[in-house]
């Protein structure tokens, strides 16, 4: 039974969220994806499980174990803070489509939450090692990215301005917590980052580290996480084919290998840990025993 097929999903057209409440804390200030109301939506999907966390924040450590995160405690995210003026009036520890102060850390202009930056699918604020920590998640469903425009991001005259917007941030971490193993020009740069899955990890990456450290009212952020989840049936997302690494020459030998073991490679030692990638599916079986753990179970597990 395929889980990520339009006939299982539309099973659920009746009930597209997991209750009604689920979207009453995110910010009228986010733009919620046009596909919204769509079975299949990978956005519907983040929304129906962390909105559910949201509203039974004890299975949020328990959640996040079942990936070998320890989280010592979950901390609510302040009201109403001001991130140098952009204004964060979400309801719940878990804050949907956030993209952290309102000037972009990663030289991205203009845009707004969910829309034309780089806003992060879930995002929270953990203490790890009595260390106040921010976990940046990327969330997948049913996504798969085949066409030339999504393999090819350092192409053509937008592909010229993303270099120079990424490249700029690289290199002010050159000497000091650089994230990727690049060595000589022969071999992994930039440009290897031409897939869209990998193209999101560089900037969620670059976000994470220029926003840490950072103040969020009185809270004092020291360390990051940056964790990306996927479907387990999502095959073609999950397994690099030829075609995806097309514009990757310096990485193209890890085709028909797991995406998340490529990512893990080209992590210097000191970043690995701070990048967490696992299927959240296989974490529902996680949540308290109520009625609507069986209708998150019997849709995405």
């Not at 129906?48 to 995210?77: A, M």
């Not at 090692?129 to 996504?143: D, M, P, Y």
């Not at 560089?202 to 009212?217: E, G, H, S, V």
């Amino acid at each position: 039974m395929d889980k990520l097929d339009a006939i299982y999903q539309n099973k659920f057209s009746s009930r597209q969220f997991t209750n009604n409440l689920v979207l009453a804390g995110i910010s009228k200030n986010v733009k919620l994806h046009d596909e919204i109301n769509n079975v299949r939506s990978s956005a519907a999907a983040c929304i129906n499980v962390f909105g559910y966390l949201n509203q039974n924040q004890s299975d949020i450590i328990p959640f996040f174990k079942v990936f070998g995160l320890q989280i010592d405690e979950v901390l609510q995210f302040p009201q109403k803070a001001d991130l140098s003026g952009e204004i964060y009036d979400d309801q719940g520890p878990i804050v949907f489509e956030w993209i952290g102060p309102k000037k972009s850390p990663i030289n991205e202009v203009g845009g707004s939450r969910g829309q034309n930056r780089t806003s992060i699918d879930a995002y929270l604020l953990v203490k790890i090692n009595g260390i106040i920590t921010q976990l940046l998640i990327e969330w997948k469903f049913t996504e798969t990215y085949n066409s030339e425009s999504y393999i090819h991001k350092f192409g053509g005259k937008k592909g010229i301005e993303r270099l120079r917007r990424y490249s700029d941030i690289l290199t002010k971490l050159r000497n000091d917590g650089f994230p990727f193993k690049f060595k000589g020009e022969g071999g992994i740069g930039l440009s290897d980052f031409s897939y869209e899955p990998l193209y999101q990890l560089l900037r969620i990456t670059l976000l994470a580290k220029m926003t840490t450290p950072m103040q969020i009212d009185e809270l004092n952020i020291q360390d990051y996480r940056v964790i990306h989840l996927t479907h387990s049936d999502n095959k073609d997302l999950n397994i690099l084919s030829e075609q995806h690494l097309k514009y990757s020459p310096s990485i193209s030998s890890y085709k028909n290998t797991d995406l998340h073991d490529l990512w893990h490679n080209i992590l210097t030692s000191e970043e690995k840990s701070k990048h967490i990638l696992g299927y959240w599916n296989k974490a529902l079986n996680s949540l308290s025993e109520n009625e609507e753990k069986k209708y998150l179970q019997n849709r995405y597990e």
